[in-house]
């Protein structure tokens, strides 16, 4: 059974109500908005193209932020700068997110890839650990990990007493798997 259900029966309610949140979260995952955009993109282009087996998912939107994410990685991979922007992706341009603090797009941006995508998914769109995991392709406990050092990191580089308003606790506001399937 699923944890998310489909958000419309078809493509174009699919797409409406989902691709400015999954560009968003590709954006600040990938580092870049013409990236971020590039890959949502080419995700909902692919799912458009597998809609019957896509939109029949428990988690439609998860697929296409795997989709996308991969498709990302790979062009980073594929660029010259190849090993420069795995380990250090640019800071994201945040007039375009929803964010808009430069010092937490910067603390993002120092985040590994692999903490990052947990942390946006978690934190920016709101999945549970569950969804996260499912999303990403890896086990719940991965998620709770790479989230716990995520977020570790994250506090120790804003370092503010006021950044207590940011969103980096080891809780968010949806409630974990555990209390949603009491």
């Not at 691709?19 to 990236?35: I, Q, V």
């Not at 660029?79 to 808009?100: A, K």
């Amino acid at each position: 059974m699923s944890v998310r259900e489909p958000l419309g029966h078809t493509f174009e309610e699919f797409c409406r109500a989902e691709y400015s949140s999954m560009a968003n979260a590709l954006t600040w995952s990938l580092g870049g908005h013409d990236l971020g955009r590039e890959a949502a993109d080419e995700a909902f282009a692919r799912a458009f193209e597998r809609w019957e087996t896509v939109g029949a998912m428990g988690n439609p939107a998860g697929w296409v932020y795997r989709v996308g994410l991969n498709w990302g990685r790979r062009r980073l991979w594929r660029g010259n700068r190849e090993r420069e922007l795995l380990t250090q992706i640019p800071t994201p341009d945040v007039h375009h997110l929803h964010y808009h603090d430069p010092n937490l797009a910067s603390a993002l941006a120092d985040l590994s890839f692999k903490l990052r995508s947990v942390v946006v998914l978690r934190l920016l769109l709101d999945y549970s650990e569950r969804e996260t995991a499912e999303a990403l392709n890896l086990s719940v406990g991965t998620v709770k990990s790479r989230l716990h050092r995520g977020l570790t990191q994250l506090r120790e580089q804003l370092e503010d007493p006021a950044a207590d308003h940011y969103p980096v606790t080891s809780r968010t506001t949806r409630r974990t798997d555990e209390e949603q399937s009491s």
